[in-house]
């Protein structure tokens, strides 16, 4: 069992940014694709970023593309969200999520969310205009 843990959300005025981290548990998380969702009230879960297990291939929706930028540090367990320039229509929860593969692709890039094994418990990003 794999466990996720995020922070760094919080509230911030349009135009300005944020870095969400999320660290996870065990000794397999270079193996594991990565990403972020997000949830806004009344909307559904939408894939923000996500992250090849290599950290060399990334994928950023277009809601997000040049404001967002994912990376992970595979020896910390970590991945992070760098989001700049926010705006108030990126207001919502976000999850990071990892995804087991078997057999292991380090290249496998994975934006949906029944592709992932393992959520966090989220944290609330608000952006006021």
């Known amino acids: 069992q794999v466990q996720l843990v995020e922070s760094g959300g919080g509230h911030v005025q349009a135009g300005g940014s944020l870095r969400l981290s999320c660290v996870a548990s065990?000794?397999?998380?270079?193996?594991?694709?990565m990403a972020w969702f997000r949830q806004a009230p009344g909307k559904e879960r939408e894939c923000v970023a996500a992250?090849?297990?290599?950290?060399?291939?990334?994928y950023h929706a277009n809601s997000v593309d040049g404001r967002f930028t994912m990376s992970r540090d595979n020896p910390k367990n970590t991945v992070y969200l760098h989001m700049s320039n926010l705006e108030p229509e990126d207001t919502a929860v976000y999850y990071c999520?990892?995804?087991?593969?078997?057999?292991?692709?380090?290249?496998?890039?994975?934006?949906?969310?029944?592709?992932?094994?393992?959520w966090g418990q989220g944290t609330q990003v608000t952006v006021s205009s």
């Open positions: 999520a990892a995804a087991e593969m078997f057999p292991i692709n380090i290249a496998a890039i994975l934006h949906g969310a029944d592709e992932y094994d393992y």
């Open positions: 065990g000794r397999a998380f270079s193996t594991y694709p």
């Open positions: 992250i090849s297990a290599s950290g060399y291939i990334t």
